[in-house]
């Protein structure tokens, strides 16, 4: 199974996005996206539904745990 960090990771750079420019978007620091990207630690729900709309896709092609129906 494929991790969470790795769907963020991938989008992320399919957006042509670096870490910092994602956290400067989301208001966070960048060693938050490494920790996600990481899997040492996951977004909160309205943080998923945040970087979806940055990355221009939906929550659940990034993190489908969380929103599976």
């Given at each position: 199974?494929?991790?969470?960090?790795?769907?963020?990771?991938?989008?992320?750079?399919?957006?042509?996005?670096?870490?910092?420019?994602?956290?400067r978007k989301?208001?966070?620091?960048?060693?938050?996206?490494?920790?996600?990207?990481?899997?040492?630690?996951?977004?909160?729900?309205?943080?998923?539904?945040?970087?979806?709309?940055?990355?221009?896709?939906?929550?659940?092609?990034?993190?489908?745990?969380m929103f599976?129906?």
């Amino acid at each position: 199974m494929i991790k969470v960090s790795h769907y963020l990771k991938l989008h992320r750079i399919k957006a042509g996005l670096t870490q910092l420019e994602l956290a400067r978007k989301l208001g966070v620091k960048e060693r938050v996206i490494t920790f996600w990207e990481t899997g040492r630690s996951d977004p909160h729900i309205e943080q998923a539904v945040d970087i979806a709309k940055i990355l221009e896709t939906e929550p659940k092609e990034i993190f489908p745990n969380m929103f599976s129906n």
